[in-house]
């Protein structure tokens, strides 16, 4: 500790001395001997290499060093309880400052009702949204303290991670183009994929985005060759493509609820039998934040299942909670605990 620094504990012992009528009066206030508050008086004269009481004088009197030290002393010690009272407050309140990132897919869906949700325990959050690599950055630097994407960022140490969820890839075509060649055939009780493939182009998310990368992977894994003939990195042009009647796509389920509004005359497909997708994570640096974390993360896993899934639902009746993983079978989803 800097010697030059007053202990607290020894202010409070000379402030209770300033109001007693003698040692043994302050000693039996303070529940400790009378020697000790003689020690604690005699240190912060030798600190402040001043006298702060005249002895031998009943009640307690001080000196003129001593009485700017009460004054002083009132004041810190006042300072630091009404500190101790907004910290405890805060606390209590769980979350006091929280810089909140999410992929854009997310803040979309769910931003809003997530603030909403978290109600007054927040006092002060803000919500930054954006495509995943551009917020892993910010969340590197420091400008995010708590980061919902896809990525894990397992070669970070220090961080928490809470697996939120898993955001299953399905195929989009307009109803139009299912009566207009071998997909859709006589007796089928699900338009296979490659028949679609053959017959009408892909319109297809930019390699560049994760969603795009990850559709290629399940094409190949698929063996689908596709005539890819438009490409765009934003959901909202892609399902206006889709609903247009020029093609088919592939998305997430997270992607879809974004475009909810245009999906009339859209037939949502199961794409290999939901084998494909990205999972979501919410990460956090261990420790300087509390259990924000973890309340974050239950409370997204809450509108997942509360609001999102039933709306997808309706527009794609074979979605379930198994598909994203939220039917309670894994704890840590159900849960929000932290993943390994």
Known sequence: MDPELLDTQLLRTFVVLAEADSMSDAAQRLGVTQSAVSQALKQLERTLATELVIRRKRPVQL????????????????????????????????????????????????????????????????????????????????????????????????????????????????????????????????????????????????????????????????????????????????????????????????CLAQVLDRADGVRLLELDASRHARDLYLLAREGEIGDIPALVAASIQALLREDVLPALASLAPWLAARHFGLDGDNGSLAAGSPSA
């Open 63 to 254: 000196t003129a060093a001593g009485q700017v030290l009460k004054q002083s002393a009132d004041t810190i010690l006042a300072d630091l309880r009404r500190l101790s009272v907004r910290l405890r407050t805060a606390a209590e309140k769980s979350l006091v400052q929280c810089r909140l990132g999410l992929v854009t897919s997310c803040s979309e869906v769910f931003g809003s009702r997530l603030i909403a949700r978290l109600g007054e325990g927040v006092e002060r959050l803000t919500l930054r949204s954006g495509m995943t690599p551009t917020l892993i950055q910010a969340f590197l630097d420091r400008e995010i303290d708590i980061l919902v994407s896809s990525d894990p960022l397992t070669g970070t140490e220090g961080l928490e991670r809470f697996h939120l969820c898993r955001d299953p890839m399905l195929a989009a075509v307009s109803a139009g183009l299912l009566g207009t060649g071998p997909v859709a055939t006589e007796g089928q009780r699900q338009p296979v994929i490659a028949p679609l493939a053959a017959s009408h182009p892909l319109i297809r998310y930019g390699r560049n985005t994760h969603i795009g990368a990850l559709s290629e992977v399940a094409m190949r894994r698929m063996r689908i060759l596709a005539n890819v003939r438009y490409e765009t990195d934003d959901t909202h042009t892609l399902m206006s493509f889709v609903q247009g009647g020029h093609g088919w796509a592939i998305l997430s389920g997270l």
